[in-house]
């Protein structure tokens, strides 16, 4: 891809949409656009654009890394949080996109259901770009990307073991991305928490073009064995019921990701979650639960968490590169 914005008024919701080499040339891009931030190399490809940040759900590195983009790029951004917009309750999306892409160059939305983000594109005349919804996180999984090919130089052939809520956004996405870039992809959870069958099919018949493979697996032991990365995400997303917390703990705790499960997969194996991480209980919710149910952590323990083999960090970094590179490419 020559030109930086090869996706020039396309919309970004999920990974599906795109082809291996059009994830990969994002990857690149964000890469080409990381090295310029480091050498303080001004790339202000989107001088005098401005663009709206919806968030129905609260976020720490998404809204950061979209602002922070946005201003190297030379834009402007508006954020509407929470509560501090029509949407949804006075005003429906299908008049709320039609109204920000008069005003706006691009609009990103975090928020429930992908239909939701999926009504916004349909309705807006500019891009947008999904920031999470229930079913799909595509942000995240370039960043989780770029940060693979950065720790082992390819994609193709990586063994990835996603470990506990496999069926949410991030196991999702995260089947999605591995199937493309032809990836071996591993699901490990009890049954009732794999991927949906309909979305498995879509991802098999994509893996068969790549040569990726895709397993899911319920016991952690078999599954990491060889692992190149295992990944976790929190076991109660966002949006979810408070009840739900003791039902997932227990069901989940076997999955949690422990230095054992690490040493089995090997010291090639590298940590990797998309945070907030529940690793100790300095955190509100993490103190109430651990009182609760009597543990010191939840998804990865403390040790794992901040070893040598935890690129977290790296990753978090990487979300504002990615982003950078899809509203560069989109715009
Ligand atoms: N990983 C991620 O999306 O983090 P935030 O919820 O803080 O944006
Ligand atoms: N599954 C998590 C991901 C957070 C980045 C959630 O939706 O809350």
Redesign the pocket.
């Known amino acids: 891809m020559n030109n930086i914005n090869f996706l020039k008024g396309r919309d970004f919701l999920k990974l599906l949409d795109f082809t291996p080499e059009e994830i990969g040339a994002l990857i690149d891009l964000a890469s080409e656009l990381k090295a310029k931030k480091k050498a303080g190399i001004p790339h202000r490809l989107c001088e005098g654009k401005n663009i709206a940040l919806i968030f129905e ?1 609260t ?1 720490t ?2 809204r950061c890394s979209f602002e922070v983009a946005a201003f190297d790029l030379g834009m402007h951004t508006t954020y509407l949080d929470p509560t501090g917009s029509q949407i949804g309750k006075k005003e429906s999306i299908a008049d709320t996109a039609r109204v920000l892409a008069s005003i706006y160059d691009g609009i990103e939305y975090r928020g429930f259901g992908q239909e939701i983000v999926e009504e916004l594109a349909k309705y807006s005349k500019v891009p947008v770009w999904n920031g ?1 919804t ?1 079913e799909f ?1 595509p942000t ?1 999984i370039l960043a989780d990307f770029l940060t693979i090919k950065e720790h082992f130089g390819e994609l193709k052939g990586k063994k990835l073991v996603f470990m506990g ?1 496999a069926g ?3 196991g999702n996405s995260l089947m999605v991305g591995c199937a493309k870039m032809g990836m071996n992809f591993v699901a490990c959870s009890p049954k009732d928490y794999f991927p949906n069958k309909e979305l498995i099919k879509q991802c098999e018949a994509v893996a068969a073009e790549t040569g990726a493979t895709l397993n899911f697996e319920t016991d952690p032991k078999k599954a990491v064995i060889g692992a190149d990365v295992i990944y976790t ?2 076991w ?5 019921p408070d009840h739900v917390w003791g039902y997932r703990i227990r069901e989940l705790s076997a999955y949690r990701v422990t230095k054992d499960l690490m040493d089995i997969a090997g010291p090639q194996c590298r940590f990797m979650h ?3 991480a529940f690793h100790d209980l300095k955190t509100v919710v993490g103190k109430e639960m651990g009182e609760k149910f009597g543990i010191d952590c939840m998804e990865v323990s403390d040790e794992v968490f901040e070893s040598e083999a935890s690129i977290v960090f790296e990753e978090a970094e990487n979300r504002m590169h990615t982003i950078k590179a899809v509203m560069a490419a989109t715009l």
């Open positions: 759900k976020s590195r998404t999470l229930n996180h995240q809520d949410y956004n991030m995400d929190v109660v997303s966002m949006g979810e998309c945070l907030p």
